[in-house]
């Protein structure tokens, strides 16, 4: 394994820190794990909900035996605990579709699998050295496998939604917030800036390495496009208007008859949506939601506008011009506060637009991190100087033009899984995750 390339140096000091980090961002996980598989009986933790996801009992075992896989085996050096169930839970061995036909271990076999791992993973962590290379630097085997694990918790949460039945899940919603009467747009000025990192511990492969981007000066939405603003492109004929989608949209919609939002319904004069077994009317000031790319770039075609491109979006999240530095996350380097993002699961949706004003960036750009991952113009492609760490199938095996960025995080992102530089794609069809979007324009125009 060749490790990323960083500028860390991990003090005694540093390496309590990241130690303590480490033992929290694991137990929180594994807490949120618990909830989401605990909360339905066998038959619906089996079943398959959707045949773009896996069942509930496949993400549980799976997750254990990536933290074996990782931590226990490579970190560890120990024996392997189930090698026979390795290639069960292969992500690339096996789709989706063809999980619920694996002889997968039963829910209550699933579990004490993930709770041995995990005692065992907590006693490695207790002695681990964190100033060796690779996957001992700084912790970063734990901060992957945490991410890991609330990567398949939001996973977990789609199948929740795609799941039919009453419902099984409870959090209150976000605070109400007065109407957002701020500037639509806010300018991003041209110029450098630093995109990506190569000193942020945890940070994944393809974050990796910093490197200089030049932007020129656009607008870019103050927040991300609302229910009210995305119904008056459905209302103004946006769905049946060929002239807004690219070819392959226009395509996609016709084949699949879609009209609206994933969950979406129009009752008479009003537009529902399924939100967890919930049937409720539509909010207009929420950030719109379960919408594709092709949506996206739709919406922001009629609109007279476009798709940030992926290092537009960092730089208006990131970039400060008092000190021409890129921060960690748009409000500072401090790690996120319920005060600054809505993540974690803590609302089962996302917060009314302009929402979290101790959360924007310095040009006074709001939510860019939670509530809605957001759908960019760019291809997943790698950062110039990309090293692939640990295994090429993390990221490298799907750099091209198949899949669109999406940045940001959303509601049901974890902070240990969300930052500044992070990074999320995806097919351009996809609409089950949580995504939404803002618009964007050149000067000028």
């Not at 909010?283 to 919406?299: F, G, I, N, R």
């Not at 009629?302 to 491109?309: C, I, K, Y």
Request: with cysteine; net charge negative.
């Amino acid at each position: 394994m060749t490790a990323p390339e960083t500028d860390i140096t991990t003090t005694e000091t540093d390496t309590e820190d990241l130690r303590k980090r480490a033992l929290a961002s694991l137990t929180t996980a594994r807490d949120r794990t618990t909830l989401l598989t605990s909360c339905v009986d066998g038959p619906d933790l089996t079943a398959q909900h959707s045949p773009l996801m896996s069942p509930l009992v496949w993400d549980l075992a799976h997750i254990g035996n990536q933290e074996e896989l990782w931590l226990l085996r490579a970190v560890g050096g120990r024996e392997a605990m189930r090698p026979e169930i390795d290639s069960l839970y292969d992500a690339f061995e096996h789709p989706r579709s063809e999980r619920p036909s694996l002889p997968l271990l039963a829910p209550a076999e699933a579990r004490r699998y993930a709770a041995e791992v995990r005692g065992r993973a907590l006693d490695l962590l207790e002695a681990a050295d964190f100033h060796g290379t690779g996957l001992t630097e700084a912790g970063f085997a734990f901060g992957m496998i945490a991410q890991h694990e609330q990567q398949h918790d939001e996973t977990m949460l789609i199948t929740h939604q795609l799941r039919k039945g009453p419902p099984v899940l409870t959090a209150p919603d976000p605070d109400p917030a007065p109407p957002f009467t701020g500037p639509a747009e806010v300018l991003v000025p041209g110029g450098p800036f630093t995109m990506g990192t190569s000193g942020e511990p945890w940070a994944l492969d393809n974050e990796r390495p910093a490197h200089p981007r030049e932007v020129e000066p656009f607008w870019i939405d103050t927040v991300p496009v609302t229910n009210a603003a995305y119904q008056a492109f459905i209302e103004d004929g946006g769905y049946d208007t060929e002239r807004w989608w690219a070819p392959e949209g226009w395509a996609h919609i016709r084949q699949h008859a879609v009209s609206a939002p994933l969950f979406w319904r129009r009752d008479g004069g009003q537009w529902l949506r399924r939100r967890f077994g919930v049937t409720e009317p539509v909010p207009p000031d929420e950030p719109v939601l379960h919408v594709c790319w092709y949506e996206a770039d739709a919406y922001a075609r009629w609109a007279g506008r476009r798709l940030p491109s992926e290092t537009e979006w960092e730089k208006a999240a990131r970039f400060d011009p008092a000190t021409g530095r890129s921060r960690r996350y748009p409000w500072g380097d401090a790690d996120p506060e319920p005060e600054h993002a809505n993540l974690g699961q803590r609302h089962l949706g996302p917060a009314p637009a302009g929402s979290y004003p101790a959360g924007e960036s310095p040009l006074g750009v709001r939510q860019l991190i939670g509530d809605v991952w957001e759908w960019t113009a760019s291809d997943f492609l790698p950062y110039p100087g990309f090293r692939a760490f640990p295994y090429k199938e993390y990221s490298e095996v799907f750099f091209g033009p198949e899949y669109k960025v999406l940045r940001g995080g959303s509601f049901a992102v974890d902070p240990v899984a969300c930052r500044g530089t992070f990074r999320n794609w995806d097919y351009p069809i996809r609409r089950q995750i949580f995504s939404g979007f803002r618009t964007a324009r050149s000067e000028g125009f």
